[in-house]
């Protein structure tokens, strides 16, 4: 049982709002679509009349499943932020995540399938529809889940290699990867570099320095994001709602309680520290 909970409570993957879902969000539909048309399960092709109509019947219930993973996805990802961020987000929510999909799923199934069939709003009818969209749901949900857990796995583990632990955590720490979103664009770079991290919105920018030159890189990420993916970082704190900054640039300070302003070694950029952050930046300064 605690093995159990221990798992349960390991740190997984978490879903991001985005256009990288844009393929999840139509295959889940188009899958749905192609399941019922070949197989034809509990005999789906009864429940409606209208033959003519018989494909955009069976697109319905394929919209339906579009519609409810771009609403988990993009809806509850977006209003619940620290739920679903990669640093909070465990194997439990993955479940919850899932069983909430199909449940919002067979609510939507219901009321479609009354209002296009002769079957009545009642429980047998709920019950019928609840167990037919868990069998369809079922081995896609689960797929799915193993498919994100591989991918994950692949993505941020490294190539095994000869060299010694030692020097493995040596190379980790001499290297920092910041991702996007997507997953895909990203920015890797020495610690040491790094200066600070600017956000607006759903956009941050990477300031560091590289061959002498200030550089800037764009990401579409939240900075609360950037934040869990640089938690290693023991110089980087937050002194705004949206700057990050290396304490170990920081060459003087100005203003006051009120308002302090961060100079960096190597740049004019100033960065902002506000009062809630204030006590505890100018303490390890």
């Known amino acids: 049982m605690n093995r159990i909970k221990e798992i349960m409570n390991q740190p997984y993957m978490a879903y991001t709002s985005g256009r990288h879902n844009v393929p999840l969000v139509v295959w889940s539909g188009v ?3 192609i399941f019922l048309a070949v197989f034809k399960p509990f005999e ?3 429940l409606t ?3 003519w109509l018989y494909f ?5 219930y394929g919209f339906i499943t579009s519609f409810s993973v771009l609403i988990m996805i993009e809806g509850v990802g977006r209003l619940l932020p620290n739920v679903f961020s990669e640093k909070n987000w465990k194997i439990k929510h993955e479940v919850a995540f899932v069983v909430s999909l199909i449940s919002l799923i067979t609510v939507f199934n219901y009321f479609y399938t009354v209002l296009i069939s002769d079957l009545p709003f009642s429980s047998e009818t709920f019950i019928f ?7 369809v749901s079922f081995f896609p949900a689960v797929s799915f889940v193993m498919f994100r857990y591989v991918r994950n796995m692949r993505q941020y583990s490294r190539p095994s290699t000869v060299l010694s632990f030692e020097r493995k955590e040596e190379i980790r720490r001499e290297f920092i990867e910041l991702f ?3 997953q895909r664009d990203s920015v890797t770079l020495s610690p040491e570099n790094l200066l600070f991290i600017e956000s607006d919105d759903n956009y941050s920018t990477v300031f560091f320095t590289q061959q002498n ?4 890189k764009l990401l579409r990420n939240t900075l609360t994001r950037l934040e869990a993916q640089v938690e290693s970082i023991p110089t980087l704190r937050r002194c705004h709602r949206s700057y990050l900054v290396n304490l170990k640039k920081v060459s003087r300070v100005s203003g006051n309680a009120q308002g302090y302003r961060l100079h960096l070694h190597d740049t004019d ?3 902002p520290v506000s009062r809630t952050y204030s006590k505890n930046i100018i303490a390890e300064l």
């Open 31 to 33: 899958f749905v679509f």
């Open 44 to 46: 789906i092709q009864n």
């Open 213 to 216: 030159r200030i550089q800037k």
């Open 269 to 271: 950029e100033i960065v």
């Open 56 to 60: 955009a019947f069976l697109a319905g």
């Open 129 to 135: 529809i609840l167990f037919a969209t868990v069998s």
């Open 49 to 51: 009349t209208k033959q």
């Open 180 to 182: 996007a979103e997507n």
